[in-house]
């Protein structure tokens, strides 16, 4: 399977708000590319250059360590699975996808489709901050790129963390966290019918068709659940904003408006839905709206620190989940164009939300 196959064949409603403007960076790049990429045409890509004590993989480690963002070029790979092995490297465990999240198809062993349409702009955000079990590290493999577009961006998470907490929204966020609403939709209901609204239903993000276990399943992550009409599961989580990251001694942002409404703001088929009907939002801890101004605040936080890391076939970069937040503008193909990214999530870890004196 691949990602083309999520492209939406019916027809478009126009999207209800006015877009928030999304630029993922300022023109710049905050880090550059030396900071962060490793060069790979002088190893061959063989199981010596796999081995942890060799010299890529030491190069790799030390590169991730520091920066918290390593990226490999040059490495004449096409298939996904060579690209793994060498993601592993720094990919302690790889987590076994559990539900609650996007839903996915694998596309290899342990490596996850970008849920998500290639048309729909996909904010800024930290992987799985919506769920009381996120990751430490995500990593993408690159078999198919564009010659000239289809970037992912990358921001600061330390610079990012340090603005937010110099204006109001930063210390709302200090002090109420978020919560997050889902509305996951109920899959008999949809039998056969374009899934208007439709972003996940309950059966594929909890894997039964017993309502009941999905509830429970949904209270063992610490979420709330309600049910509304046709079995429609609505769940809200209170999380904190800020996550502490043990190497650096700190907490950092790890909300971001990816959980907001607005992330629909580009879906075919749910885009033309109120941010409140939508099947995901976020709100802030104390169940209050952010404003207009906030939300364009918080975007421009993110981009303000953005880093823009283009795509060759064979690419494989590993991110850090607390140091670096991701994301990407909306991808159109032309015919015969492919784009396709494998996704890799490290070694998962509950959230402990932010420490106090850890500013
Ligand atoms: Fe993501």
């Given at each position: ?5 999520h ?7 126009a ?24 060069d ?35 490495t ?26 996007n ?43 564009l ?5 992912t ?18 210390q ?13 939709t ?5 039998v056969?019918?374009?899934g ?19 509830e ?18 609505k ?5 904190p ?13 790890y ?12 879906w075919?088929?749910?885009?033309h839905l ?31 620190f ?11 970069a ?42």
């Open positions: 399977m691949t990602l083309l196959e492209t939406s064949t019916g027809p478009d409603l999207p209800l708000n006015d877009l928030i403007p999304q630029r993922f960076w300022t023109g710049t790049s905050h880090h550059a590319p030396e900071v962060y990429e490793v790979c045409s002088d190893f061959e890509m063989n199981d010596a250059d796999l081995r942890p004590d060799g010299e890529l993989a030491r190069r790799m480690r030390a590169t991730f360590d520091s920066v918290g963002l390593v990226v490999l070029r040059n004449r790979l096409t298939s996904i699975a060579a690209m793994r092995e060498f993601a592993k490297i720094v990919l302690d465990a790889e987590m076994v996808y559990e539900g609650g999240a839903p996915r198809d694998r596309i290899e062993a342990n490596v996850y489709e970008i849920g998500a349409p290639l048309a729909a702009r996909l904010p800024y955000h930290h992987e799985m901050a919506y769920v009381s079990k996120s990751t430490r590290l995500i990593s993408f493999v690159c078999a198919d790129a010659p000239d577009r289809g970037a961006y990358v921001s600061d998470g330390v610079a990012s963390t340090d603005a937010i907490l110099a204006t109001e929204l930063g709302k966020l200090k002090a109420h966290g978020v919560c997050y609403h889902r509305s996951l109920d899959a008999e209901n949809f056969g019918e374009i208007y609204g439709v972003y996940n239903h309950w059966q594929k993000s909890f894997g039964t068709d017993d309502p009941a276990v999905a429970a399943k949904a209270i063992e992550r610490g979420l709330l659940v309600e049910w509304g009409p046709n079995r429609l599961m769940t809200r989580f209170y999380n904003a800020f996550e502490y990251f043990a190497q650096l001694d700190r907490n950092l942002l909300a971001s408006l990816a959980d907001h409404g607005m992330w629909f703001d580009t075919p088929l749910v885009q109120p941010f409140a009907e939508r099947p995901l939002h976020m709100t802030f801890g104390d169940d209050t709206e952010f404003t207009r101004d906030e939300l364009e605040q918080f975007i421009k936080i993110y981009d303000d953005g880093t823009k890391v283009d795509w060759r076939q064979g690419d494989v590993v991110i850090c989940n607390y140091r670096f937040a991701h994301g990407r503008p909306e991808i159109h193909l032309e015919s015969g164009e492919q784009r396709t990214l494998g996704v890799m999530l490290g070694e998962q870890f509950d959230r402990i939300g932010q420490l106090p004196g850890k500013w």
